[in-house]
């Protein structure tokens, strides 16, 4: 037994460093967020104000609760790529109910294709072992081509944005995002969930040895089938609200959220392959990512440049995340 | 006997850190001899072959083959020096038809269907997936694969351990054959019948060395046993480490399995299990013991037979079910039944987690509660505990028992705990076994060490091909007793009787 790592006194202080990333991952998160707000600041001067910090929260959010069901996906190892087809079903669903019946009733319409599609992509993962990533990419293409029928039938109608939703997505109150209002509850809830209940204990357990579970007791496709289900409710919700904040439904409106969700989490420190990480990384990683969006952005530089640059960044702030959290 | 050996190995050792998995091993094999290569679990058996077949390297040794060296060192090489492994697993590529499977190794197609059809296989398509080919016939292909490239030495390993009797039969006749064309064939198996009707001679390896190479004749089974036992043989029955059989109830009968039938290995298997009993089982590795285990576990469903919990039948689909009926199984491989990653906590409380109603909040003080009063009562060195994969493998495997303490399952199905762990854990797993079973509690036990049995058991209960072929009180299971049994030799041999005449005894079951 090496007793030595559990003795920080005796350890050099490089080794102590790493220990201390180690058992608290959101420290290094956090001061690259604050690097980055900087590098901001010194290449802008007098960019980095409250309004924009209002600003860049209130299009955080949708991200970070795109990334908040795929966290819980990617604790079990999983990956929920249907969130962005979900999302849009629930806007663009929304946006054209809205038109015939009040705020309400339409908000529930834009929600059932979602529990439709979780339920799917529970049964499909956890009965029938499907591997997540085809799954949801199924379910993601089949949603799409429903979409695609259901456009036809309202084009004439034309579309509709519940005041509330729009006051949600894009109001900002005594400085604060009034989307905050939605996001924090569901947060603290994702937060409860991972940390404090059984179903995450499973969640972790799943991803890290599945066989294990089940030599404990735990029904596979029970847990897969909730978590899906949950994932898909998530997306379906943040549809709603970035379609409020959007203000413009269309056939792809969150798909291009749906890697950026990915990349949130593992920027978070949520392993891709399960069993690792939680929602308080991902959030900060959809912070880490706006900002990234933002500061490419006032570069000035030609698009696919942006692009190869966020993509580059975005590699390598992963890899040398889990150097610095990694302790062997 | 002037003949040179054809294949004379000497000195070989093998280390893996500070373990020695060979300390001094030879072999020495005529050319023209079946040879039997025999030890208990853990000799060095597998070290000893995979080093002949260049699967993994010596650390010393001399290796001759016909007198001279010659570089083995990777299979390939073994190859092409003529030597030719056929191992336990079946090792055609299951998404190729057989055919490519040949051209894979080079081997000569012709050869290929003569001795397939010699070994009882009359119609074989060459253009069959090997995935949709029975196990059976996969070992029989996987010989004469071997077979067709003629090599000089013959490796099998538990060739016959997977064949129905009438190929077994045809294989042991081929590899006879092989021997009168001067070929050589060392031959890996727990069966004395067999060795017995084939071998001419056997190497015994004890802890990694050689401890010594008889003739195979009538008797010799007992000489075979002592030397595998070595110096165990004489303090035999000396050491009553246990208080012996002191009077206690005897406790209702928790678990009754009749006539089990599990899969290819578990054939009809029939005992009881007390409360407060701890019952070991006996069995060298792939007599059926796994599956006996996952079957009672709930992990696979049994083929035939009758498994009853408290005087109720009952039909397992999933663990769940054992543990809703308060069975518990340890496996022997920790990485199984824990969550490396996550904390010693969450590791011991899953089961608290498992079922949906216990999905929502956790009582943390309830838990607490539990989960340290198993730490405690298994004293596990939680200064690591934030990941159970940084805990020592002692360690780990208290956290895989305390769940189940935790957890206050009445039976707990162990099997061999205590593999690869520290002397000193291991007391302490003995004593907390001993203690769960004087608290009430039923307890099966198979392990690979067999002094365990004497230490912590009430009973042995020895498996054999699938079968229960005894079941000895404690009082007389020592080492020498139960290696006998398990090897399918009766349990009162005397020296001067010979293996073949006891073929019939050791294949009826002896039930209790």
């Excluded at chain 1, 959010?61 to 190892?77: K, S």
């Excluded at chain 1, 030609?302 to 959290?325: D, H, K, M, S």
């Excluded at chain 2, 490239?149 to 190929?167: C, F, G, I, R, Y």
């Excluded at chain 2, 996550?342 to 089961?351: G, K």
Aim: proline share 5%; net charge neutral; hydrophobic share 50%.
């Amino acid at each position: 037994m090496t007793l030595a790592t559990t003795t920080p006194e005796a350890a050099p202080l490089g080794r102590r460093i790493k220990r201390f990333m180690s058992d608290y991952p959101i420290v290094p998160l956090l001061v690259l967020l604050i690097l980055l707000v900087l590098v901001l600041q010194i290449l802008s001067p007098g960019i980095v104000n409250q309004r924009w910090i209002a600003n860049t929260v209130k299009f955080a959010i949708p991200l970070a609760l795109l990334a908040g069901a795929q966290t819980m996906v990617m604790l079990t190892g999983g990956i929920d790529l249907s969130v962005g087809t979900v999302a849009t079903m629930a806007g663009f669903i929304v946006a054209t109910q809205t038109v015939d019946h009040p705020a309400g009733l339409a908000m529930a319409i834009a929600l059932v294709p979602a529990l439709i599609i979780g339920f799917t992509n529970g049964i499909g993962v956890g009965v029938f072992r499907v591997h997540p990533l085809i799954m949801t990419l199924g379910t993601s293409l089949i949603g799409v081509g429903f979409l695609q029928v259901y456009q036809r039938t309202v084009i004439s109608a034309g579309t509709k944005y519940p005041d509330f939703l729009v006051w949600l997505g894009t109001g900002i109150t005594w400085g604060f995002p009034n989307a905050l209002v939605l996001f924090v509850p569901v947060a603290v809830l994702l937060i409860f969930i991972q940390r404090r209940t059984g179903f995450g204990r499973l969640l972790y357990a799943i991803g890290d040895n599945e066989r294990a579970t089940r030599l404990a007791g735990v029904k596979y496709w029970q847990v897969i089938l909730a978590l899906y289900m949950l994932s898909s409710v998530l997306a379906g919700i943040m549809g709603l609200l970035y379609v409020g904040l959007i203000k413009a439904a269309s056939l792809s409106l969150a798909e291009p959220l749906v890697l950026p969700s990915v990349a949130a989490a593992v920027i978070g420190g949520t392993s891709i392959f399960g069993g690792r990480g939680g929602y308080t990384g991902t959030i900060v990683g959809a912070l880490i990512l706006t900002v990234l969006t933002t500061l490419l952005t006032i570069l000035q530089m030609p698009e696919g440049a942006r692009r190869i640059l966020f993509g580059a960044i975005v590699l390598l702030v992963t890899a040398a995340y889990l150097r610095i959290i990694e302790d062997r | 006997m002037t003949k040179q050996p054809l294949l004379d190995a000497t000195g070989v050792a093998k280390r893996y850190g500070a373990v020695a998995a060979l300390k001094n091993a030879s072999l020495s094999l005529l050319p023209g001899e079946v040879h039997a290569l025999m030890g208990a679990n853990g000799a060095g058996k597998s070290t000893l072959v995979k080093i002949l077949t260049g699967a993994i390297s010596a650390n010393s040794g001399r290796i001759l083959l016909r007198g001279e060296e010659r570089d083995i060192r990777s299979p390939a090489n073994a190859r092409r020096a003529g030597l030719v492994p056929v191992y336990q697993e079946p090792s055609l590529i299951p998404d190729l038809d057989i055919l490519s499977n040949l051209r894979l190794t080079r081997t000569p197609v012709e050869p290929f269907r003569e001795w397939v059809r010699e070994l009882g296989v009359p119609d074989l398509d060459l253009r069959e997936t090997a995935r949709d080919v029975p196990l059976a016939i996969q070992r029989v292909l996987d010989l004469a694969r071997a077979l067709a490239v003629e090599p000089d030495v013959l490796l099998l390993d538990e060739m016959t351990a997977a064949l129905p009797a009438n190929l077994a039969e045809r294989v042991l006749d081929v590899v006879r054959r092989q021997s009168k064309t001067g070929r050589s064939v060392i031959f890996i198996s727990h069966r004395f019948v067999e060795i017995a009707a084939l071998c001419d001679r056997a190497t015994v390896l004890r802890d990694g060395e050689t401890v010594g190479v008889v003739d195979i004749a009538p008797g010799v089974e007992e000489r075979i046993v002592e030397l595998m036992l070595g110096a165990k043989v004489d303090k035999r029955r000396a050491a009553q480490t246990r208080s012996g059989p002191e009077a206690r109830p005897e406790g209702r009968t928790r678990i009754a399995v009749r006539s089990l039938r599990v899969g290819a290995k578990l054939h009809d298997v029939s005992f009881d299990l007390r409360d407060g009993e701890v019952a070991g089982v006996v069995a060298l590795e792939g007599q059926g013991q796994d599956e006996l285990f996952a079957a009672l576990a709930g992990s696979i469903k049994p083929d035939g037979g009758i498994i009853e919990v408290d005087g109720q039948a009952v039909r397992f689909t999933h663990p769940a079910d054992a543990i809703e009926a308060g069975i518990a199984y340890v496996p022997g491989d920790r990485t199984e039944a824990l969550a490396m990653q996550q904390s010693v906590r969450e590791n011991i409380a899953l089961p608290f987690s498992a079922v949906f109603r216990n999905w929502g909040p956790i009582n943390r003080r309830r838990e607490d509660a539990a989960v340290q009063s198993a730490i405690e009562r298994l004293q596990i060195d939680t200064r690591a505990q934030r990941e159970v994969q940084r805990l020592s493998g002692g360690n780990q495997q208290k956290v895989t028992i305390a769940r189940w303490i935790a957890a206050d399952a009445r039976t707990l199905l162990c099997f061999d705990p205590t593999r690869g762990i520290d002397v000193g854990t291991k007391q302490e797993i003995y004593k907390l076994l001993r203690q769960l079973a004087d608290q009430g509690k039923s307890i099966l036990f198979y392990t690979s060490e067999l002094e365990e049995i004497q230490l912590v058991c009430d009973r042995a209960i020895v498996i054999f091909g699938g079968r229960v072929v005894d079941v000895l009180p404690v009082g007389i299971a020592d080492e020498a007793a139960l290696t006998r049994a398990a090897y399918g030799l009766p349990r009162d041999a005397s020296a001067d009787v010979g293996i073949l005449a006891h073929h019939a005894a050791s294949d009826r079951a002896v039930t209790p």
